[in-house]
């Protein structure tokens, strides 16, 4: 097993063990949308926990020297995504921006601080990844900037079906450190959850819509 195929089991177990994302199938979160959800995701958190943020800034370093080694720039989303996007650019020695989710309304109206030169090739770095909708606008931005978004690199995915149709349909590549089905296996390996959870775990990604109700 190589480097890279180990990344998402060891950083979803350092989520849990940080707890940065929680797993309560029993007792669900509510989001900020009344979304019913079995799990609750934080990753700013790792920022407080030095071994856990370089392992994340090295496996994206990994990946991007892997998958991506034409990328000449890396640009974080606002805000989350932004001392991911500095720790990995220092690791690649790269130059690093970040993207606002709207232009300012002031001095300049930027809406990606730093530079991004036309043409250059970036890699977005995000922290998680939802229904996709603002780091596709992030790469978007990278885009109408002048520049090559090569992919949104993300911390954690949930994989809902809506975040992957709305990549697909932008035609934008992302790709996750860690996801969903990941943490699953580990949570359940660490007796975080039960068999009998499962299943209505996996329910929840197939249409969270519906869980809860």
Request: glycine share 6%.
């Amino acid at each position: 097993m190589s480097n890279l195929e180990v990344i998402p089991a060891k950083i979803a177990a350092y989520l849990l063990q940080i707890e940065a994302v929680a797993l309560r199938p029993k007792q669900p979160f509510t989001w900020t949308s009344g979304l019913k959800s079995p799990i609750y995701c934080d990753n700013r958190l790792t920022m407080s926990y030095p071994e856990v943020r370089d392992y994340i800034a090295e496996s994206f370093a990994a990946i991007i020297r892997s998958q991506f080694p034409e990328t000449e720039a890396i640009s974080g989303t606002a805000t989350a995504g932004i001392p991911h996007a500095a720790w990995v650019a220092e690791k690649l020695n790269l130059p690093m921006s970040y993207v606002r989710d709207k232009a300012k309304g002031h001095g300049k109206e930027n809406q990606i601080e730093g530079l991004i030169k036309p043409g250059q090739k970036v890699i977005v770095i995000e922290d998680l990844i939802s229904t996709g909708g603002s780091s596709i606008k992030a790469a978007q931005a990278v885009a109408q900037a002048g520049a090559q978004p090569l992919a949104v690199l993300a911390i954690f995915s949930y994989q809902l079906n809506k975040a992957t149709q709305a990549f697909a349909e932008a035609g934008i590549h992302v790709q996750s450190l860690s996801n969903y089905e990941a943490l699953m296996d580990v949570a359940l390996e660490k007796g975080t959850i039960e068999q009998g959870d499962v299943q209505a775990l996996k329910a929840w990604r197939e249409d969270p819509s519906t869980y809860g109700v």
